[in-house]
């Protein structure tokens, strides 16, 4: 019996009584080897794309028509791409924007489905009706679809920026959320803390601020955690279809892709880039997937 | 129970089986091959398509009134089994054979030649190649001589009117630019106003108003005359004039004058046969040549046009030959990316690989193949100098400056695809024509010693050179390798600059550069297509380059009759001489053939008299490399000949890449 | 302005399907389906075959269909309009247009080809256009960019392409899937269901394009058993639908596997247990109805991911299906084509939803009865 209160009561208390909803999460979280693994690879990723680049002052840029894709070597630890640039230095920065879109595009969406969601989960009936029916109409339109017309909205020059993309992908991943987030909050409404914040008075913002969100926040993190690698994933096909921002994974990749031939191999090209985003996106899903066990009591229990 | 699981495969299967449905809703037969062929087409129609992948399409769609054999490139029948030249050597006679038919079974008259030769040429369809039929008599008057007439009468006038206005006189290089700025030059090369002709080739002095004014009103007369000239032509064309159907199977062609590589204009696809048929029903202009309209005579149908995907050709058995076409269907392929071509070919997807359709960096590893076939094309890549603006208006530093680049280098490093270096203009290969011998190569010792002489010792006081290219990688590449070939091998300061297409143009018009990047495709087989363009204020000089001589020996290769009937004028001041004279017996009497061999040969050696100009001479230009046709094929086609086959045994590039698929098989029993 | 407020009307217009009662539901579903299907038969198969199918389909619906489909029906109409309205503002609000090439045309020949493509320089004046093209004259319009085509004789070969992947794919997806999810699910925590679990976050942690070309660069390049690229034959089917399946595999997968984890943990399998009854019956009985309903709901979005990874799936194949035409169109802003693929990718969509929801019916009483 941990953590009972060492003047006994009459009451049985459970044994868990002292631990808030957080606590057990994390409890769970930390013992979930494979999700710790993951989290401690991401923070490795992001500090290698952040902090390297500056440190060793690597440069991505400059072309060097006589040295062209050239092996992994001493001078080029990656090789060199189809111009002469230095791969490490090409890997890594692409790096910065690959992750940047990610996080920034998870925000944006995160922000506008967490509030469309909990909208209209929390008022229900015809609001909620009309809400979802929106939601409805732009789920029939495919996703891609979206994306590349809002993309082509900006002009050639600024297609290759990290800004048109990340609302492009934001815009259009915020459907998922908003649709979770409102079956959450049509479940939490009818918990008994709601009543009692109504009856005292609360206004409908209130409520859904300060009461309902934060029990909801488990959820909205773990799907957060969930839309991070989908949206990179959605970069990466853009940059394939040839509308992604100009130096990120998905660019690198993508490019390889394009001169994967029977003669020469220039499997540098491919594998680094690869690994990268394979990582990134095999320790985030699985840090979501922790997190999702960790806040969900159901799960795993057998 | 069961019930859910069998439901499920139920499901499944049936999927599979609508995917299968679906699935063979979507292709035909086998075909013999499969070549790729490049960009998807974008029109069929012979009289508007201008690019490669079109040419072989529509080369085996229809058949013109020869044909190339695939082994010589010659004139072969097609829809005419054979034909007769006049003794002038000016007017050919076709006889078209009785069995040539659409394949709706309408049989081919000359009246669809007439139709035809007058749609291509005629000024409201645009066609970009309608200039190849322009040697024919009254041609150009019907296509260009009212568009003429209104540039003259147009913005001509108005530019001249204010030039007129600003100025009381005006000396002879801003004279010259502005004839260049104003498009002067087009409408006006064919006048026989003195007046004209005088001030086009102004060149020293200054011109006053009185002689502004006059040209002025030649420009009037000068347009009147080619209204004239078009109204006369849109009367007689096809019936009285140019070419003319006497009876069905005869068609009658009058030549401007003599032109030996005429037959390879009746080969090329824009002289071929359209349907009239279909094509005047209403609807049908923009899109008559899709498979389910499309009315054609050539060895092949076409079946399928699945855009993006491929287009299915099957051997057409209402075609005259059909007993020679040995392929009885073959798909096109389009392909975007080289990689993926390459691929394809190397997997066994398709069977050829046509021009150059590889990525370039594997050009080494590919070349050592067997199936590799390459050989020069028709092209030359060559830098134009200012010949007007110092220090290039002396002929010394042109040749310095074309003998401190090491074309050998370029070629290896920079291009890597087998491409020849050049030291002449002419690619070489062209059969009867021998280039002279060329003053341009590598030499830094004489480089430099002209280099002193024309007073830049060392370099030293030259001024910084720009070289001008459009906007493109490989142009770049070169560009800035020669600036600094020029640097190391004659201290010559000299930077690369890029514009885009538009202002590329624009500027090399204008004259506005020091030295600018520059390509020519010949359009048939004969050197005067690269020759030709360097008259005095030649459309496309573009240099300034101007030497009589030179215009001389173009205007008679063009047209030998005047040359004929005196040579001593223009024998004096040519540097093989002997070689002309010892054919003028032959060219003045004899029968028919061995007067059109003489002929020949008098040409050829007046081309080169005037090619030595540019390559011994005066240097206006610096070739630097000439292109390469490269395909890969798969040894189960036959066919293909990389090599042109004559019988008399010689050998020749075919260095116009084509393939006539008509010609073309499998070897059955081959992997 | 004008823009914004019709683009609410439409949208309430959408909305308002949802509260349908079931007499004007009645009514009005069957008529719009019955448009529908005239105007794609007359268009396909001629008039005849337009107004046959248009009664026959009417009559259908107003006598069998359930007021849920009805519902959906009605949805559908209005919000094809809606879209096609949304999009042509979207293109036109991009910069560039499709009669600005490189040869420099002057205004006058600009003209000319706007009139003859049907193209006028404002978006609500081309929507009613295009939308007449559609309903009296039956054809999708033109295409700008390629010559003497019309949309429909572009899509049209690339259709049966892009389904015939998209539905093998589908399958396949289910099938690795639920295989996967379900052996995992009947044995938690065991390492079969470590291991799977992991195979199957690789197939989400890479983008498809790289695993398609690990497949060419192993089936095609290296053991040359299948081809690197084109369209003619089984053999071009399968790496395609692979590599589009396989992200789709790792979420039904993830889904059977929880779905059967939560029937697992039923009172009526627990009963049956008791009773003895062996593990596989008990499977195959009972908990696999269960176990593939989170599936089935799942495949409606499933059904839209997979023709839009199409886009990149086809690109890479060289596979000439639809999803190659929109982002062709797109790029090349041929407003006819973007608009032909968007209305068959929603019809698609749509009707796909609905096949889903009936099939969820079906599986799941509960909800049979609220149809």
Known sequence: ?302 | MYRTLISVLLAFAFTLLLVGLTFSASLDAAPDYRFINGTEPKTLDPHLATGEPENRIISALFEGLTRYDPKTLEAAPGVAERWTLSSDLKTYTFHLRKNAVWSNGRPITAADFIYSWKRVLDPALGGEYAYILFPVQFAEAYNAYKSYAEAIRGPLKAKLAALIEKNDSIDAARWQKFLAEADAHGPLKATEQKVLRDLLTFKQGSLNREQLNAFSQGLDLEAKLLLEKNAEARQKLGKTAGFMAPDEHTFVVELKAPTPYFLEITSFYPSMPVPRFVIEQPGNDSDWFTPKKIVSNGPFLLKTWNVNERIRLNKNSTYWGHAEVRTNALDVLPTEQLTTSLNMYLTGEADWLTNNLYPSDLVQDLRRRADFHSGPALTVYYYRFNNKKKPFNDVRVRHALNLAVDRKLIVERVLGLGQLPAVSFVPPGMLGYDSPPSKIGLDLALARELLAQAGFPGGQGFPEVGILYNTNETHKKIAEVIADQLKRNLGVAAKAYNQEWQSYISTVRGQGYDIARAAWVGDYSDPNTFLDMWVTNGGNNQTGFSSPIYDQLIAYAGNLEPFLANPEGLLAHLKEPAMIRQELEGARAGSVAQKSAAWGKIRMQLMREAESILVQDEFPIMPIYFYVNSDLVNPRLRGFYSELEFRDGKRAPNFKGIHPLRDIWVEKGQP | MIEAITILVGFVIIASTAWLGPKSARIAAPLLLAGMLYIGGRAGWGQLTGVILAVGGGALAYFFAPLRVLRRVAFLVPSLVLLIYTTTLLMYRAPGNPFAGEKVADPQVEMALRAHYGVPKDATQFFFVYMHRLVVEGTLGPSIKVAGRSVEELIGPALPVSISIGLLALALACAIGLTLGVCAGLRPNSLADYGSMTLVLFGISLPNFVIGALFIIIFALKLGWLPVAGWGGYRHLIMPAFTLALPYAAYVARLARSGTLEVMQQDFIRTARAKGLPRNIIVLKHALKGSLLPVVSFLGPAAAGIMTGSFVVETLFGVPGIGQWFVKGAINRDYSVVLGTAIIYSGLITSFNLVVDLAYAWLDPRVRGTL
């Not at chain 1, 910065?96 to 209209?120: D, E, I, N, R, W």
């Not at chain 1, 492009?168 to 915020?174: E, F």
């Not at chain 1, 001169?259 to 979501?288: C, D, E, H, K, M």
């Open chain 1, 1 to 302: 019996m941990r953590n009972a209160p060492s003047n006994s009561h009459a009451v049985d208390v459970p044994a868990e009584a002292g631990r808030s909803l957080r606590q057990d999460a994390l409890c769970r979280l930390k013992e979930n080897r494979m999700a710790l693994v993951g989290a401690a690879l991401i923070v490795l990723i992001l500090l290698a794309c952040f902090a390297v680049p500056t440190l060793l002052h690597l440069d991505p840029v400059t072309t060097d028509p006589q040295n062209q894709k050239l092996p992994p070597s001493a001078r080029y630890w990656f090789g060199t791409d189809n111009l002469g640039r230095d791969y490490f230095a090409r890997v890594l920065v692409g790096g910065q924007t690959s992750l940047l879109v990610g996080f920034a595009a998870t925000a944006a969406s995160v922000f506008v489905g967490v509030f469309y969601g909990a909208v209209a989960g929390y008022y229900g009936g015809k609001v909620d009706d009309v809400m979802m029916r929106l939601v409805d109409f732009l789920y029939g339109i495919p996703y891609m679809f979206l994306v590349i017309i809002i993309m082509l909205m900006f002009s050639e020059t600024a297609r290759g920026e990290a800004l048109p993309v990340f609302l492009a992908l934001g815009l259009v991943q915020w459907l998922d959320m908003a649709r979770v987030i409102r079956g959450q909050v049509l479940t939490l409404r009818r918990r008994e803390f709601v009543l009692a914040a109504r009856l005292l008075g609360a206004s409908g913002p209130r409520i859904i601020l300060t009461h309902i969100l934060p029990n909801a926040l488990g959820v909205i993190l773990v799907y957060a955690t969930l839309t991070v690698p989908a949206v990179i994933i959605l970069e990466s096909f853009l940059s394939f279809l040839g509308l992604g921002v100009t130096l990120s994974w998905g660019e690198l990749v993508a490019e390889a892709v394009g001169v994967v031939n029977p003669i020469r191999s220039y499997w540098w090209l491919l594998l680094w880039p690869s690994l990268f985003l394979g990582l990134t996106l095999f320790s985030l899903n699985f840090l979501g997937d922790g997190l999702r066990d960790a806040t969900d009591p159901r799960s795993r229990k057998l």
